[in-house]
Nanobody
Framework: QVRVQEFGEGLVQAGGSLRLSCTASGGTFVDYARAWFRQGAGKEREFVAA????????YNTEAVKGRFTISRDNAKNTVSLQMNSLRPEDTAVYYC?????????????????WGQGTQVTVSS
């Protein structure tokens, strides 16, 4: 069974930085792409960023462009999300997702495996 884990939960002040990491292990699966989604209190889950297996293609939602960077190190089986210039509106539970097939990067339905989420809180 594939297990997706997120690391890097934290509380930071506005303007600060935080780095999230995601690993996937167990079972047999194709790691076609990975993504980060987030869900704030009382809000729907929304796409944040995605990265292809090779790392050559990345996507970011407009709200985080210029502030968040997604990257991956396949030797360490890790995808990271570097978050800079954090804002209170970035407060949410952040989820890592793994896609085993091609699909729309921003569509949650394109991802087959999900982590339990990690809390990011940005204070003003």
């Amino acid at each position: 069974q594939v297990r997706v884990q997120e690391f890097g939960e934290g509380l930071v002040q506005a303007g600060g930085s935080l780095r999230l990491s995601c690993t996937a292990s167990g079972g047999t699966f194709v790691d076609y792409a990975r993504a980060w989604f987030r869900q704030g209190a009382g809000k729907e889950r929304e796409f944040v960023a995605a990265i292809s297996w090779t790392g050559s293609t990345t996507y970011n939602t407009e709200a985080v462009k210029g502030r968040f960077t997604i990257s991956r190190d396949n030797a360490k089986n890790t995808v990271s999300l570097q978050m800079n210039s954090l804002r209170p509106e970035d407060t949410a539970v952040y989820y890592c997702a793994v896609a085993s097939r091609a699909g729309r990067p921003m569509d949650p339905g394109a991802y087959d495996y999900w982590g339990q989420g990690t809390q990011v809180t940005v204070s003003s």
